[in-house]
């Protein structure tokens, strides 16, 4: 999955419904509201609650601020 993929439009979260962040290389979907990462497996984000996995603050930081350094308008 890369930034430009259409998908990235219209995937949510499935627990707050809200927008992800895609963040490479880790291949990774990211809801900072909720503090929740999904992985992409072969492509396929795997958006089920239970493959969700709560981030540390530590890491949350690190992640907002790079997201804040890709988008500048964060949702």
Do not use: F, W
């Not at 929740?36 to 981030?55: A, T």
Request: one cysteine or more.
């Amino acid at each position: 999955m890369n930034p430009d993929d259409p998908l990235l439009k219209i995937l949510a979260c499935p627990l707050d419904k809200g927008t992800l962040h895609l963040l490479s290389p880790e291949n990774i979907l990211y809801n900072p509201r909720l503090r929740r990462r999904y992985p992409i497996i072969d492509g396929i984000p795997q958006l089920l609650p239970s493959s969700g996995e709560q981030v540390p603050d530590e890491e949350h930081e690190s992640l907002l601020k790079r997201i804040e350094a890709t988008e500048p308008e964060l949702s």
